[in-house]
C-alpha cells in the first residue's frame, strides 16, 4: 500500500530533479530521500528515476507516477479540507421542517443569511404539523425542527425557544367584527371558531384555549384543519372564525379580514421552537440555530420580512 509521505516525497524529487534541493524542501537530509525513493521503485516494481553523477530524470514509468501521485495528493488534501469544513458545520446538508406559516415570517432572512455564511451547505427543507416534524425528529427523517410549542412530550429531544408569535384574529369579510380594527376577545364568547385538530398541533390547541380561558369562556370549535390555509378557506368560506398566526396576514386572501387581538394585559400568543434530537450530531444544526438566534435578537428576521 502506498503512503502519502513517499508521494509526497517523489514528487518533490520530480519536480526539483535534484537530491539535494528535494531534501531542503522536505526538511530532510539527502541519503534516506534516497532510500525512500530505492525503497517506491521496489514497491512499485519498476524504475522511475534515471540517476547519474550529472542528472536525475524522470523515466517514461516516473512520467506516470508522477502525473497520479499529484492527483492522489491534490484529492487526501481535498478529503482533509471536506472532513474539516464538514466537521466545522461548512459542508454538508441539513434536512430542516418547519411550520407553514414561520415561512411567512422569520424563515426567510434566516435562510438567507444561512446561505450568505455557508454557501455550501445544502438546505433540504420540508413544511409539516409539528406532530409530524417530532415524529420525523425522532425516525431521523429530518435534523432541525422549527414547531409551535410549547412540546409537551420532549423524549430524547433538544428544545431551543426562538421567539413569541403574536395572533390576529381572521374573520369573514361580511362578519360584523370585520369592519373593525381591533377586538377583546371577551367579544368572542358566542363565536364559533375554526382551529388546529389537537392531535397535530398541540401546542397551538393550547393557545387558545388559554386566550379564552383568560377571557372567561371556552371556544365552539365547529371545524377543524390541519393547515393554516385550509383554516383560512374554512373562514372565507363562513363556516367560523380564527385565530391565526399574524404573518398569516401576508396570505392576502379574499373574502378574509385580520384584526388585531387587543388584549393588552395578556395578548394571546404562542412561541416558535427549535426541536432536534440528542442523537443528532451533524455539526450543521449549532451553526444554523447560532445564525437564527443571532437575528431573531437583532430584530433582523422580522425586517427581513417586510
Request: with cysteine.
Amino acid at each position: 500500500m502506498l503512503e502519502l509521505r513517499l508521494a509526497r516525497q517523489f514528487v518533490v524529487v520530480a519536480e526539483e530533479l535534484n537530491f539535494r534541493r528535494a531534501a531542503e524542501r522536505l526538511h530532510m537530509s539527502q541519503p534516506p530521500l534516497s532510500v525512500a525513493m530505492q525503497n517506491l521503485e521496489a514497491m512499485i516494481g519498476t524504475v522511475l528515476l534515471d540517476r547519474s553523477k550529472h542528472h536525475v530524470r524522470l523515466t517514461p514509468a516516473g512520467q506516470m507516477f508522477y502525473k497520479d501521485a499529484l492527483r492522489l495528493l491534490q484529492l487526501s488534501e481535498q478529503a482533509i479540507e471536506r472532513a474539516r469544513r464538514t466537521g466545522e458545520g461548512l459542508e454538508g446538508a441539513l434536512r430542516l421542517s418547519f411550520v407553514p406559516s414561520s415561512a411567512l415570517d422569520v424563515l426567510p432572512a434566516i435562510f438567507k443569511q444561512f446561505q450568505l455564511n455557508y454557501p455550501t451547505v445544502q438546505l433540504r427543507l420540508t413544511a409539516e404539523t409539528t406532530s409530524r416534524q417530532l415524529e420525523d425528529l425522532r425516525s431521523g427523517h429530518t435534523d432541525l425542527a422549527l414547531v409551535v410549542g410549547p412540546v409537551y412530550d420532549a423524549r430524547g429531544l433538544h428544545l431551543v425557544d426562538l421567539q413569541p408569535q403574536h395572533f390576529v384574529l381572521a374573520v369573514p369579510s361580511w362578519h360584523p367584527l370585520a369592519q373593525r380594527q381591533s377586538v377583546k376577545m371577551r367579544e368572542l364568547a358566542a363565536e364559533s371558531f375554526v382551529s388546529f385538530p389537537s392531535s397535530e398541533g398541540a401546542g397551538f390547541v393550547a393557545a387558545l384555549l388559554g386566550a379564552c380561558k383568560a377571557a372567561g369562556f371556552l371556544p365552539r370549535v365547529v371545524q377543524e384543519a390541519s393547515q393554516m390555509q385550509a383554516i383560512l378557506t374554512l373562514v372565507a368560506g363562513g363556516l367560523g372564525i380564527a385565530l391565526v398566526p399574524s404573518a398569516m396576514r401576508r396570505l392576502r386572501m379574499e373574502d378574509v379580514c385580520f384584526l388585531e387581538v387587543a388584549d393588552t394585559r395578556s395578548p394571546p400568543t404562542y412561541g416558535l421552537v427549535f426541536a432536534y434530537s440528542n442523537q443528532n450530531d451533524n455539526p450543521v444544526v449549532p451553526a444554523f440555530l447560532s445564525i437564527a438566534q443571532r437575528l431573531v435578537k437583532s430584530g433582523a428576521a422580522k425586517r427581513g420580512t417586510r
